[in-house]
């Protein structure tokens, strides 16, 4: 099972930003399409954002579009999510997913399309 790395997860006011970053081993980062969810107390582990194996496929939940923005490096083999213009019904525990794919330019939604998972980064919005 591949290993993913969270971090910078905090509190943060409503209004205010945060980035998420999740660092994968260098062959899960190769050859996997990979996303963020967030489950909220009390409720179902949602979709989040996701971005394709070659970058040039990106998905968000409506919620969250044009406030959000996934992006990954190569170099770093590490997925970030920008998060801007926070709300307090962001507020959740984040976590990254790795889905194993051959093809370049897939993308998913779905968690359970999605192989291997982060430990989860708690994200705090105060109002």
């Known amino acids: 099972q591949a290993q993913l790395e969270e971090s910078g997860g905090g509190l943060v006011q409503a209004g205010g930003s945060l980035r998420l970053s999740c660092t994968a081993s260098e062959r899960t980062f190769s050859t996997c399409a990979l996303g963020w969810f967030r489950q909220a107390p009390g409720k179902e582990r949602e979709f989040v954002a996701a971005i394709s194996r070659s970058a040039a496929k990106t998905k968000y939940t409506d919620s969250v579009k044009g406030r959000f923005t996934i992006s990954r490096d190569n170099a770093k083999n590490t997925v970030y999510l920008q998060m801007n213009t926070l709300k307090f019904e962001d507020a959740a525990v984040y976590y990254c997913?790795?889905?194993?794919?051959?093809?370049?330019?897939?993308?998913?939604?779905?968690?359970?399309?999605?192989?291997?998972w982060g430990q989860g980064t708690q994200v705090t919005v105060s109002s």
């Open positions: 997913a790795a889905e194993y794919t051959y093809f370049p330019d897939s993308v998913n939604v779905d968690r359970l399309d999605y192989d291997y």
